[in-house]
């Protein structure tokens, strides 16, 4: 790793810790800002309301409850629920970041996996019933919302289809309706995955297509051909790679796009990840809740940004920061 590239990441880790100061102040203070309190369905009012926001400090100026939150954030501390009493919201953060993870992770490699393969295999049979039916199957994708296909899913495989399951590797793959366990397992993930990720796929599918028709029009390919290396071989090991750099310059993108979908996605199977508890401290007002898991998104957004951008140093090695 150059000097050059050290100095590039120290700049964007600078600029990530600058970006989590900025955005996590600006949710603290939206959310203290709405109407109504934690400790509204507790109906207290008057004296008794007072003594509890004094207990947890919810009286006190907006800046100084946020440098109170960020001297504990910074020690990896956010607090403590003020819904689930006594919940501690570090270790329940990190739990249902694990979940989102395996969530998000999955839906990842189906975009870039089906959408590459998908893209590949049209470019090479370019106008051939196959390149149609990938287009139009990339078309339909990047034209439905996960949430409509996440929708459909569970009308169609869950409720229509409840018994319905193939074997994959001698595991049978299904929907069940409810969400057992804490992290689930590949029958539970198989729905929610496609979902969020087939819409992200065709994009996919449309960038990798358009980069490897220019790519093997180039010199380099035709030489490949003409000294007789298989079809195959010029494909994945010279075409596929130049390829590669159009659809890291978007992986970025997708990356927020698959997290900002699993909020939806995952209220919508009810997986119990940072979205749904996202949704719910913001209806209850748990504000230490909400500001530590939007945190948490903007940190993830930052950290793959910056995981992209040095990933193109690894696919062409021409770029160098």
Do not use: C
């Amino acid at each position: 790793m150059t000097r050059g590239t050290l100095i590039y990441i120290g700049q964007r880790v600078l600029l990530i810790v600058v970006t989590l100061l900025v955005v996590s102040f600006g949710v603290f203070a939206a959310v203290h800002s709405l109407p109504g309190n934690a400790f509204i369905s507790e109906h207290l009012h008057g004296a008794a309301l007072a003594s509890v926001l004094h207990q947890y400090g919810l009286d006190q100026p907006i800046p100084i409850q946020y440098w109170n939150f960020l001297k504990g954030a910074i020690h990896g501390d956010l607090g403590n629920s003020f819904v689930i009493q006594g919940e501690a919201i570090t270790p329940l953060v990190l739990r249902e970041l694990s979940v989102s993870m395996e969530l998000g992770g999955a839906a990842l490699i189906i975009t870039v996996g089906l959408g590459m393969l998908f893209g590949v295999i049209a470019a090479m049979r370019q106008n051939t019933w196959v390149d149609y039916l990938l287009t139009t199957i990339a078309v339909i994708g990047y034209s439905v919302p996960s949430f409509v296909l996440a929708t459909l899913g569970i009308l169609l495989f869950a409720l229509a289809l409840p018994d319905w399951t193939f074997s994959l590797f001698g595991t049978a793959i299904g929907y069940p309706l409810r969400w057992q366990g804490t992290y689930g397992d590949i029958v539970q993930l198989s729905l929610p995955a496609i979902a969020l990720g087939f819409y992200t796929s065709g994009q996919v599918t449309r960038i990798t297509r358009a980069a490897m028709l220019d790519v093997v029009q180039q010199d380099y390919i035709r030489t490949a051909r003409a000294k007789g290396l298989k079809s195959r071989v010029v494909t994945i090991r010279h075409a596929l790679r130049n390829a590669m750099v159009p659809v890291t310059s978007i992986l970025g993108p997708l990356v927020v796009s698959i997290i900002a979908g699993s909020v939806i996605i995952e209220n919508i199977f009810g997986i119990p990840g940072l979205g749904k508890e996202f949704v719910r401290s913001i209806t209850s007002h748990d504000y230490n809740v909400t500001v530590g898991v939007f945190t948490i998104y903007t940190l993830l957004i930052g950290v793959a940004n910056l995981g992209v951008d040095l990933l193109y140093t690894v696919i062409d090695p021409r770029i160098r920061y």
